[in-house]
């Protein structure tokens, strides 16, 4: 019994295949976890979602932007029609309530204390402990399992609030709470985020850093799962498992299995 965190799929159907393969993957015993962006780009996002689904608790996962934007969709086009191909194959397809239901159902942070891990789709900033992360990702998650998770999809994108501040409350908050754990990348420590830069560490303007790299982020002396960073790339550190190795961009998918820290890899999508 094996438990392997996976990076970002992004529809990359093959590529997975191949890595099940590669690390003999036992759907009787061992445990998948991914820290989202199960779709978009790949090309084969909807037998992507199909294969995991499928893998019921052997399957844990963290929901990323895409699989936000995904959803987004869902409820923007009730009868298919997304300008996005890839998106609107899921939106077509018999079993897309199913297989939308069971992800919105999914968290935006999860904790294990068998492992003794937090994993996030992006990162957390450094005001935040890790009761106040899952506290935060359950407030989101409430109004997406609720009658109010259309509300929030159409406000998704429309929120401009990029500073964490305590005791702000709203849909604001609720935006900012959803971009910071699948979003992040560089963030100043003030807890204001920057989201216009995706390169790799050293590429973002000053003050701003990488949020793993504070020296007083609370979250410090626990270990975190997280993907959404291609350009960081595989980041294997003793409190730190970056699992984005840009698998869509011709990089890598790569599988960290948790009980060696034992890596995996195989060719992405453009190999």
Known sequence: MATYLIGDIQGCYDPLQRLLEKINFDPAGDSLWCPGDLVNRGGNSLQVLRLLEGLGDRFVMTLGNHDLYLLA??????DGHSPNAEINAILQAPDRLKLLEWLQRQPLARWS???????????VIPQWTLEQTLSCAAEVERVLRSKKSRKFFARMRKSRVRKWREGRSGWKNRQLISSILTRLRFCHHNG?????????????????????????RKTRHITIAFGHWAALGLHVKKRLLGVDSACVWGGRLSAVRLEDRKIFQVPGLFR
């Open 192 to 216: 204001k985020i920057l989201t216009s830069a995706s390169g790799p560490p050293g590429s973002q303007p000053p003050p701003y850093r990488p949020w793993f790299s504070h020296e007083h």
């Open 113 to 123: 204390d068998r492992h003794q891990i937090l994993m996030v789709h992006a990162g």
């Open 73 to 78: 969709e869902h409820y923007k086009y009730p």
